[in-house]
């Protein structure tokens, strides 16, 4: 998957506990986007970052949910006090640009199985 | 992002081409057509895109119908590896544009 790198692959939390799941998007892509699938169900969006910028939060979840991308480091998915139905796995994507360009393809990671018992 | 149409399942012979439906009879002039895949328990992996003219790189192909309104996705020799759901995104590249996952179509490819 063009170099996109999720971690950890497989997460195993306890309910009130927080996860944190990281992705390294593909070198020189400055933009983010994660997704989440619950099991047996399609993909559903949840944010869109530029580098120190979230542009589109709108799958986001209110509450307990939140998403960064510094300068330096990896984005980082952040679920605080996690319940059962956090249970799925977590897809990062990134792309080159968001403006203009006539491609501009996004490529995912391999994503994170987040368990919450 | 317009929406899209594809059958729900679909099967093929190991060997002979698959060929994918898509309808987005509301596509826009600038809207690219995107297709990705998702074996199960993988990340969706991008296949092919574009926008008028048919395409065609090492995985597949993609052809486009002059009024854009609807397109094939082709595998010319399908393999018991490209079991997966299909995913037909029309989408324009820009600023905050994300891709929009409908149901796709989940191509069982059989001996």
């Given at each position: 998957n063009a170099?996109?790198?999720?971690n950890p692959r497989h997460l195993v939390r306890r309910r009130g506990q927080e996860a944190r799941l990281?992705?390294?998007?593909?070198?020189?892509?400055?933009?983010?986007?994660?997704?989440?699938?619950?099991?047996?169900?399609?993909?559903?969006f949840m944010v869109y970052l530029q580098k120190e910028n979230i542009i589109d939060e709108s799958g986001m979840p209110k509450e307990r949910f939140s998403a960064e991308f510094p300068k330096e480091g990896p984005s980082i998915l952040r679920i605080q006090q996690v319940v059962r139905g956090d249970s799925a796995a977590y897809f990062c994507a990134s792309s080159l640009s968001g403006t203009g360009?006539?491609?501009?393809?996004?490529?995912f990671g391999e994503g994170s199985w987040l368990t919450v018992v | 992002d317009a929406k899209t149409t594809q059958p729900p399942s679909?099967?093929?012979?190991?060997?002979r081409a698959a060929n994918l439906p898509c309808n987005h009879s509301t596509i826009s002039g600038n809207e690219y057509v995107y297709w990705y895949r998702q074996i199960h328990s993988q990340g969706p992996q991008y296949i092919?895109?574009?926008?008028?003219?048919?395409?065609?790189?090492?995985?597949?192909?993609?052809?486009?119908?002059?009024?854009?309104?609807?397109?094939?996705?082709?595998?010319?020799?399908?393999?018991?590896?490209?079991?997966?759901?299909?995913?037909c995104i029309v989408r324009v590249p820009g600023t905050a544009s994300k891709l929009t996952f409908g149901t796709?179509?989940?191509?069982?490819?059989?001996?």
């Open positions: 170099g996109v790198m999720q990281r992705c390294s998007p593909v070198k020189g892509h400055s933009h983010v986007y994660w997704y989440r699938q619950l099991p047996e169900e399609g993909l559903k360009d006539s491609g501009n393809t996004i490529y | 679909m099967d093929c012979a190991e060997g092919i895109h574009g926008l008028k003219n048919n395409e065609t790189n090492e995985m597949a192909s993609l052809i486009i119908t002059e009024d854009r309104k609807s397109s094939t996705l082709i595998l010319p020799h399908a393999t018991l590896r490209d079991t997966a759901v299909y995913y796709g179509t989940r191509l069982q490819v059989t001996l």
